[in-house]
């Protein structure tokens, strides 16, 4: 697999699915930015890049604020060289959180997040992709953006919004060399749980759901395991590879089978 020249950078680079892809995209070869809200897990990825021979920075940024994403792909830019890839990996969950018990400051602040700044992401990253006709953009969704039971209404709502400004970025951009896709993971093993609640804060609702319960997501599950990381990061890494070149607006479902029932 040959990645698309230039750096690349991951936002939600420092935990996760993110890191996942962070750390393989640096063993590929790509320099990359990694971009969190977080210091300590962003620092941590971007020095173990580094540790593997790769080169990398960590950028700090809330993608919520599209000040802070237009100034971390600056940053990235300017450290690393001409933005190829982009992975917008940045996300919270809203605990399945009902419609009826789900606060006003949850349903903003997941939406904010999870699909407002994925198009702050793609939107900074077209600025740069755009002049040199070359990109590939990889958003990161989830089962929760092609059925109804992969997560709350915020989530659920947000990540098929990710979902469909996949599509119509896709036929907007397929003629001036940019792809975009999107993968979108099942249950996966992840810290996102936890992760979310400390992001929400006093807003943080329990986290229940499929995700939370073994034997949960071996029911809706027919391949009956989670997810790896490595095996959504494999996915993320092809379509962000020249091979991929004649895929786009393409949903990679990475879900063991869970919304083929």
């Known amino acids: ?18 890191r996942g892809i962070a750390l393989a995209l640096g063993r590929a070869g790509a320099p990359v ?15 173990e890049i580094v540790g ?16 802070d994403v237009d100034a971390a792909v600056t940053a990235a830019v300017r450290d690393l060289g001409p933005l190829g890839i982009l992975v917008n990996a940045a996300g919270i969950l809203d605990g399945y959180a009902p419609a009826d ?19 702050y992401g793609c939107k900074r ?25 992969g997560g709350g209404p915020a989530y659920t709502a947000a990540k098929h919004g990710v979902v469909g400004l996949t599509r119509q970025l896709a036929i907007t951009y397929a003629d001036r060399g940019i792809t975009v896709n999107a993968v979108c993971p099942g249950a996966v093993t992840t810290g996102l749980r936890a992760n979310s609640a400390r992001i929400l804060g006093g807003d943080a609702p329990v986290m229940r759901g499929v995700g939370g319960d073994d ?20 996915a993320a890494l092809y379509l962000a590879g020249e091979e991929a070149g004649y895929v786009t607006g393409h949903m990679l479902v990475v879900d063991g089978g869970w919304t083929a029932r």
């Open 125 to 149: 990253a077209l600025a740069e992709m755009l002049p040199a006709g070359r990109g590939r953009i990889v958003n990161i969704a989830s089962v929760a953006g092609l059925v109804g039971s």
């Open 101 to 119: 018990e789900m606060t006003p400051a949850l349903w903003e602040r997941v939406v904010a997040i999870d699909l407002t700044g994925t198009f």
């Open 1 to 18: 697999m040959t990645l698309v020249r230039g750096c690349a950078l991951v936002t939600g680079g420092g935990s996760g699915i993110g």
């Open 215 to 234: 034997a949960a997501v071996r029911a809706v599950t027919p391949a009956g395991r989670r997810g790896t990381i490595e095996e959504v990061a494999a």
């Open 33 to 47: 930015a990694v971009v969190d809200l977080s210091p300590d897990g962003g620092k941590a990825v971007a020095d």
């Open 52 to 67: 593997g021979g790769g080169r990398a920075r960590f950028v700090a940024a809330d993608v919520s604020r599209w000040a």
